[in-house]
């Protein structure tokens, strides 16, 4: 992986392994969604390694179907999410979710 720099506190940049010049920080668009990563003037581009991870991650489980299981806490029937899915979508504890019905026994669930 290029090595990374700092010039000042807000300006973010790195040496591109193309030119060997400076690359910025820009936000990138990849697959139909903006991540953070740096773009040099010579074209090429690299990405934020973590944010790319878990854009990958996304794109993975938009195709599987995940079996979940179900409980229930006093009169409340609750989802257990794999840690995955907690993980590529950035889910928390205590953070609010919409569930919409869609028909009979398909829900959808809609992270704010």
């Known amino acids: 992986m290029p090595g990374f720099s700092k010039m000042k506190d ?3 940049w790195m040496i591109c392994a193309r ?3 400076k690359a ?3 936000r990138l668009r990849i697959q ?5 990563g740096w773009k040099c003037k010579c074209g090429e581009e690299y990405l ?3 944010q790319a991870e878990r854009l990958l991650l996304q794109n ?4 599987a179907a995940l079996e979940v299981k179900l409980g229930r806490i006093r009169s409340n029937l609750i989802v257990r999410i794999p840690k995955r899915i907690e993980e590529a ?3 928390k504890s205590g953070e609010k ?9 398909k829900l959808e669930m809609i992270a704010k």
């Open 10 to 12: 807000n300006e973010n």
């Open 19 to 21: 030119c060997g010049k």
């Open 24 to 26: 910025y920080g820009a």
């Open 32 to 36: 139909g969604s903006e991540i953070d």
């Open 48 to 50: 934020e390694p973590i």
């Open 60 to 63: 993975k489980l938009k195709s």
């Open 89 to 91: 979508l950035e889910l």
């Open 97 to 105: 979710v919409m569930l919409k019905v869609i028909s009979e026994k």
